[in-house]
Structure formats: structure tokens, C-alpha cells
């Protein structure tokens, strides 16, 4: 990760490359009248505390036409978002709900042992720390950081969000999607803008890629930041999509000597062990 000092205790990235998101204002207009925004209203009414709720009462309750509520239910009780009970007619939550909330713990729980394993792993290591990160679009977004033991070392927000291919991290996750994809992705970074530094040629960054992809992880020694060390891997799903990246950043120390060496092996086998928890602790599906 870049634009981190190791003068104090505590460095996060500049305001230049870091942005954080606002939060979502509720629709206004046209847009709380569409009809995308009115489904999204019918599903909501079911985190009540009634299970099944009838026509009349979602009108009410939305202020919305009988009609309008028995359009949006027909077509989500054909996605299979609601189902409709055959005796009281009444409607409740459906299996499609269910499956996308087991995706979400399913994140949850990633997220949590990739926590833990990092946590242990980063133990061993002064001067060094640990984070979890992911895509979103052409920035990579700081989610987990966790410190290593010693009295100095680096630290970035939660939430810090930095141009990917700007970063270790970034360009370990970019070199693990398509090419075609990977080359869409930086492309309209590059056109959005906002970066203080100048974004290098493009064929010296698919090259990058191709190194990653053959070794299996990304690394640099001060690339991006003097006295700053990074080396990352990529967690992929199924598919071989990059899902997290889990990375440590590391001062160019005595003490530190030896570490770049270390850290890939140490890394994989990290992400081979938080695959096999996931997998372990997943639901259990009936054949």
C-alpha cells in the first residue's frame, strides 16, 4: 500500500489518493417513484415483525395502489423472492432472499477467519502489518488493518481508498481478472482522473500483471513509498476471480531483513488455510 510513513505510530494514506465514500441519500423525485425503488420498498416491509403480510396492508403501508402492490408481488413471487401462502393467501419472504443473506455471511465469514489468520500470521513479524482489501472499480479499498508488533509500523483507515494500479495490492488483485477486463478497468480509472502521480505505460503495467500472475503474488521494495515494503496475494473464488487481497506492508528495517522472502510462502498459506475454514464452515446442502 502507498503513502504511508514510518516516522509515527499511526500513518494513513494522503487526502490526494484517499477518498471515502458518502453515504446514500434517500431517493428524492422520479427516483422514489420508480418502479425498481417501489419492489425494494415491498421487500423492506418484510423486516417487520409480522412473517406474512396481505394486499391491503403493504398498501397502506407504502401508500401505494392495490394494483401497484399486486403487480410488484406477482413478479417477485415469480422470481422467487416472495412466496405466497396457498391458505391465507398472505405473502412472506422466499428462497431467493434466503440464498442472498447466506451469500452475505458467507462474506461475513470470510472476512472474519481471513481476519484471524492474518491476525496470527502478522504476530511473528515487528514492523509489519497486515491488511484485507478489495476492488471497487479501479480502486482498491482498505477493509481490515491489522498491526504487527514493534514500536513503530504503518497503518492505513479501514475504508481508505487508493487507485489500484497505483498500489501492490491493487495491481495483485487487477492481475488476477481477465486480461481484457483488467485493461477496462484501468483504462477508466485513468480517464476518472484524481491521482497525484503519473500513471505509468500501459504495456509496463500488463507486463506487471503477467509477473504477478507467474509468481503467484505481487511484490515491491519502495516502489511506491521510500523505506515501504509490500508484498500481496490474491484470494480467488471458484472461478479463479480475485475476491480479497491479503497483504503486508513492512519497513525496510535490519529487523525486517529476509522478510520478502518470507512473506509470499507465509501468505499462500494463509489463503489456503482461510479456503479450507470457509469451506468447513459453510452451509450444509442436501443433495
Request: aromatic content about 6%.
Amino acid at each position: 500500500m502507498p503513502r504511508r510513513s514510518p516516522v509515527g505510530p499511526r500513518a494513513t494514506g494522503t487526502r490526494a489518493e484517499s477518498r471515502h465514500p458518502t453515504m446514500a441519500a434517500e431517493p428524492a423525485g422520479e427516483a422514489r417513484n420508480s418502479t425498481v425503488d417501489r419492489a425494494l420498498r415491498v421487500l423492506e416491509a418484510f423486516l417487520g415483525e409480522e412473517s406474512q403480510i396481505g394486499v391491503l396492508e403493504l398498501s397502506r403501508q407504502l401508500d401505494l395502489d392495490k394494483s401497484v402492490i399486486h403487480r410488484i408481488l406477482s413478479t417477485l413471487v415469480a422470481r422467487r423472492f416472495i412466496e405466497q401462502d396457498p391458505v391465507s393467501r398472505r405473502y412472506r419472504v422466499g428462497l431467493r432472499i434466503w440464498e442472498l443473506g447466506q451469500r452475505y455471511l458467507a462474506g461475513q465469514l470470510l472476512k472474519d477467519v481471513a481476519e484471524k489468520e492474518l491476525s496470527r500470521m502478522i504476530a511473528a513479524h515487528p514492523y509489519a502489518t497486515a491488511y484485507l482489501a478489495q476492488l471497487d472499480g479501479g480502486d482498491v479499498v482498505v477493509i481490515s488493518t491489522i498491526r504487527g508488533p514493534g514500536p513503530i509500523n504503518l497503518y492505513m483507515d479501514p475504508g481508505s481508498r487508493l487507485i489500484a494500479e497505483h498500489t501492490t495490492t491493487g495491481r495483485t488483485l487487477l492481475a488476477f481478472l481477465p486480461p481484457v477486463k483488467a485493461d477496462q478497468i484501468v483504462a477508466r480509472r485513468r480517464q476518472a482522473g484524481g491521482s497525484i502521480r503519473e500513471f505509468p505505460d500501459l504495456d509496463e503495467v500488463r507486463a506487471d500483471f503477467a509477473s504477478i500472475r507467474e509468481r503467484g503474488f505481487g511484490e515491491s521494495q519502495g516502489r511506491y513509498s521510500p523505506g515501504v515494503n509490500t508484498v500481496a496475494v490474491a484470494l480467488c473464488d471458484q472461478d479463479g476471480s480475485p475476491i480479497l487481497s491479503l497483504s503486508v506492508d513492512y519497513l525496510g528495517f535490519p529487523e525486517t531483513e529476509g522478510l520478502g522472502r518470507i512473506l509470499p510462502r507465509e501468505l499462500q498459506d494463509c489463503v489456503r488455510r482461510i479456503e479450507r475454514l470457509v469451506q468447513a464452515s459453510g452451509p450444509e446442502t442436501e443433495s
